[in-house]
């Protein structure tokens, strides 16, 4: 069973810039699409961006695009999301998944996820 540890997260101003970190252990790596997810209060999860096992191939929330950018270095099986531009409503725990379904479905358990907020 894979573990996915989240990291990176913390309080920022609006218009700055954080990178998330999101390392996996416990399963071939490189072999899944991978993805984040956030969670804001009284809010369901919902999906951010994805990249394909290769990296070739990048998916991405309407609400982020142009703003995020989502990677990974599968030597170091860890995925990353460089955010930029951050607004208030970016406010939210921020988990990595698998994808078991492209382009945005989530497969297997969530991590303890990393807090994200964004002051106006």
């Known amino acids: 069973q894979a573990q996915l540890v989240e990291s990176g997260g913390g309080l920022v101003q609006a218009g700055g810039s954080l990178r998330l970190s999101c390392a996996a252990s416990g399963r071939t790596f490189s072999t899944y699409a991978m993805g984040w997810f956030r969670q804001a209060p009284g809010k369901e999860r919902e999906f951010v961006a994805a990249?394909?096992?290769?990296?070739?191939?990048?998916n991405y929330a309407n609400s982020v695009r142009g703003r995020f950018t989502i990677s990974r270095n599968n030597a170091k099986n860890t995925v990353y999301l460089q955010m930029n531009s951050l607004k208030p409503e970016d406010t939210a725990v921020y988990y990595c998944?698998?994808?078991?379904?492209?382009?945005?479905?989530?497969?297997?358990?969530w991590g303890q996820g990393t807090q994200v907020t964004v002051s106006s």
């Open positions: 998944n698998a994808i078991g379904q492209w382009p945005n479905l989530p497969y297997g358990d």
């Open positions: 990249i394909n096992r290769f990296g070739s191939s990048t």
